[in-house]
């Protein structure tokens, strides 16, 4: 394993561990009887999915077990939202959803061994990936009404950020243009988020209730 792969693989894994931050999110939300946004779990989930099947299309041992682990913690992630719902029903729809979302996917790549599929494939993973990124994105509305950007979590973002420049990296060595430009362009959204929590700070966590309301995009 290169140096290159040893780097991306632990970003990953650090980046996919700190999401595990929202747990703790949920568990505050259920109490004070308000919400916390699924987009992002979600998109993790089926991220995750999409890219272990990418992985092992391309005979590619990094990409895949990174992935393993990340659909073991968005797993995690998702049983919180459910353990801690108010609406139950919508959040086993919302993981159905997703699920059969990937396996759609999957299995179309699967079942086809012609090129444009697997080119087709790829873009879904790219799309996918970004969706994840730029889903903290929806709640700048809601930042720039408060002038507080509590809601972002910077840990999140920052692992994030440098997770997706090593991977743009990764993908350029590897010349595969699949892994370098959604990287690439993930890196660029991560570096706007972690602007806007400089910018902005974080008046509500800082001061320490932790209880942020994050209305429920999705």
């Not at 999401?19 to 308000?34: C, D, E, I, N, P």
Request: one cysteine or more; glycine letters at 6%; proline letters at 2%.
């Amino acid at each position: 394993m290169t140096l290159i792969a040893i780097a991306a693989s632990g970003t990953t894994v650090a980046m996919i561990a700190s999401q595990l931050t929202v747990v703790g999110h949920v568990r505050r939300a259920y109490s004070m009887k308000t919400s916390v946004a699924m987009l992002q779990p979600l998109a993790s989930f089926v991220s995750s999915i999409l890219w272990l099947k990418y992985g092992l299309l391309r005979n590619d041992h990094v990409v895949s077990l990174v992935n393993v682990f990340g659909v073991c913690v968005s797993l995690w992630i998702l049983l919180a939202f459910w353990r801690f719902s108010h609406s139950r029903h919508s959040v086993e729809t919302r993981v159905l959803l997703a699920l059969f979302v990937s396996m759609v996917c999957v299995g179309f790549v699967t079942m086809s061994d012609q090129v444009w599929a697997h080119h087709v494939y790829s873009i879904m993973c790219c799309v996918v990936s970004l969706v994840f990124l730029a889903s903290p994105l929806g709640q700048l509305g809601q930042v720039l009404r408060a002038r507080d950007a509590s809601v972002l979590l910077p840990s999140v973002t920052g692992l994030a950020f440098a997770n997706n420049v090593v991977w743009a990296i990764y993908g350029h060595v590897h010349s595969d243009p699949f892994m370098f430009v959604p990287n690439t362009v993930g890196a660029a959204l991560c570096f706007v988020q972690l602007a806007v929590i400089a910018w902005y700070g974080r008046v509500d966590a800082k001061k320490g209730d932790g209880a942020v309301e994050m209305d429920n995009i999705m």
